[in-house]
């Protein structure tokens, strides 16, 4: 075990802040992340809150502002449990930092992707608790963990549309994978927004604020934006270009690893394909020679409309360098771009570009 009680191979890229992903063969044939192996992308200290005296606060354009203990959400309102796979707008950022360096952020390989069951109440029923008033268009959600990338250091927040968070699959989220939510995750209670980017999925949850306007919270009106390749993002204000709110299509090839090296002859190649809000993976498209040639992967079915699937196609691969690549298609018929030099940007978010794995294959010691 390593830190917060993940696995000993995490790949670590801060110890404090906490950021760590998991070795992308762990999360091969898993439909369900172990939480040992789900990855952790945390901005400032982990918070250790006392759940007796923890309270979430509802206020802003509602009729009836509540303030609800664990006690009080569990008795008020239906637990619901949902299948939802977690994505950082960061994954796969390694990809980009190979076209040009990011300075300032971390590396993330294609791990900064996990699923959980997370147990708890919709977010939408207790915003009926505590209706709606006019003007309602936003909601906000505020954490104690203070970080200092923001400048003066503030506590994290986000915010997404009342449309979205009052969609039956946004949780208010006490357990994951059946166990009381562990403090690396967000104890006692976070948000669960599936199909958008893991920074809305706020963890240790103090306040729900419903608003006209996105959260002024630096991590939604500042970070987790893409700027293009020329911005500055050191003089980029809140508001500047685009918010990022829905997971955008992509995939991943989780065994073999890039660097790897295999036996030649039949061999399993497995990844993890996702389409997030709004749409599902379609199809899965992987070429054992480097995009010579394509073959469709078999999908198993995800574990629910929110979660990645997993593909698997078996090639009889050659002797020497091959370069495995993969390429999801969505069901708006909509493939994901091909070069990640095409979408490289300066906070070095959402590289959705074809997954490529880099073998030898040979005879001997694999
Ligand atoms: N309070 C708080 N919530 C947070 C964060 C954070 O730093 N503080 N990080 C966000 C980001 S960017 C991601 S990707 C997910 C990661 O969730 P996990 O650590 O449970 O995997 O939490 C989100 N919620
Ligand atoms: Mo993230």
Redesign the pocket.
Known sequence: MSSWGKRADMLEHESDPYNAEPPLAALAGQPVTATDT???????PVPDIDPDAWRLVVDGLVHTPLELSLADLAARFAERTLSAT?Q?AGNRRSGLIAVRDIPGEDPWQGG?T?TATWTGVRLGDVLTAAGLAGGAAQVCFA?P?V?SLADPPQP?GGSVPVAKATSAEVLLAWAMNGQPLAR???APLRVVVPGWI??R????LTRITVTTQPSDNYFQATAYRLLPPDADPDSAGPGDWLSLGPVALNCEVLSPCDGQRVAPGPTTITGYAYAGEDRAVARVDVSPDAGATWMQAHLDAPDGPWTWQHWRLDADLPLGAVQILARAWDTTGALQPEHAADLWNPKGYVNNSWACARLTVGAGPT
């Open positions: 789900f990855y952790s992308r945390n901005h400032g977690l950082c900064a996990s954490a963990d970080s994290y690396v995750h967000g893991g920074a999925s706020v963890k240790w």
